[in-house]
């Protein structure tokens, strides 16, 4: 384990020097999804993107049929989607204002606004070192390390432990977040709590409720973006939702994912997921996957 975890410092710290050497911005992907609750609508209907960066329209909050169809001449799109279709994606290479309709839903409508991608230049990095229980020594060290290549780089190094830090407000000042963890306490308990509440007569939302609780206590509840989780049936994604709302009772033989998540804008995201089923007194996985980070060479 310790060789592991020197493992992960020497990635950490290589990834962020091989991003002070690189010319080409790291791309991003923003989700567009069209739903139909309260209004037919894209949620967002307006993103901003750069150069090289995707976005994917999806179909599964969708209760009729979609479409994407342009309306601007600088791009060409126009495919129908039925509920949980595949998503479609398209990646920009060129600056300007793309909009789109949905033809089907009368005032459904968006834009995508694309800018020139910035030079992928550092200035500033926060390096965020929470742990829970047991804290090893490798984390000051990595925060030592990281603050060595900051002085022969010319950029700055904040280090912080207070999870009070991750709002839009601040982390825009940062080029890159770095996480320094030996555990992934916070998705991990999560998601284990949340799968704790699963048992027959509960509602869907309180599986919500849990694994929501435990990221907003950590600091990270406007980063989980997403429901906890969606049923699994004749189709990937479906009714009941485990969503704030949703009062369907669990019941045996029910099945469905858990899949908390936090996302930091712009940077990356992180999300576990199970597959579970309702028993008669409780809950149970289909899947086992080791929780621990596996580094293949």
């Not at 310790?2 to 790291?26: D, E, K, Q």
């Not at 004749?234 to 709302?245: A, D, F, Q, R």
């Amino acid at each position: 384990m310790r060789t592991l975890r020197s493992t992960l410092l020497a990635l950490a710290v290589a990834i962020l020097a091989g991003t002070l050497g690189t010319g080409t911005a790291i791309a991003d992907t923003v989700v567009i999804d069209a739903v139909d609750s309260p209004a037919p609508a894209f949620a967002p209907p307006n993103v901003s993107i750069h150069t090289g960066d995707t976005v994917r329209f999806e179909f599964d909050a969708a209760t009729t049929t979609h479409t994407v169809t342009s309306t601007s001449a600088n791009w060409s799109v126009n495919e129908t989607k039925d509920p949980n279709s595949a998503p479609i994606s398209r990646t920009f290479d060129t600056a300007g204002t793309y909009t789109f309709v949905c033809s089907v839903h009368t005032g459904m409508s968006g834009s995508i606004t694309v800018a020139d991608a910035p030079a992928n230049t550092l200035s500033k990095v926060l390096v965020f070192s929470k742990t829970a229980g047991f804290r090893h020594d490798s984390i000051p060290q990595g925060i030592a390390a990281i603050q060595a290549l900051g002085t022969a780089n010319g950029f700055t190094v904040d280090a912080t432990e207070d999870a009070a830090q991750f709002t839009d407000a601040n982390l825009a000042q940062y080029d890159v977040v770095v996480f320094l963890s030996t555990t992934g306490d916070v998705l991990n308990d999560a998601q284990q709590t949340a799968f704790e509440v699963v048992r027959p007569g509960i509602a869907c939302q309180e599986v919500d409720r849990a694994a929501r609780k435990v990221i907003t206590d950590a600091g990270y509840g406007e980063q989980f973006i997403h429901r906890t989780g969606h049923g699994i049936g004749l189709t990937t994604h479906e009714p009941p939702y485990m969503v704030e709302g949703e009062q369907q009772p669990l019941e045996p033989g029910m099945c469905f994912s858990i899949e908390p998540g936090i996302y930091l804008a712009g940077r990356f995201g992180v999300r576990i997921e199970d597959i579970v089923t309702v028993t008669e007194d409780g809950g149970r996985r289909f899947n086992d996957t080791p929780r621990e980070i596996q580094i293949v060479a």
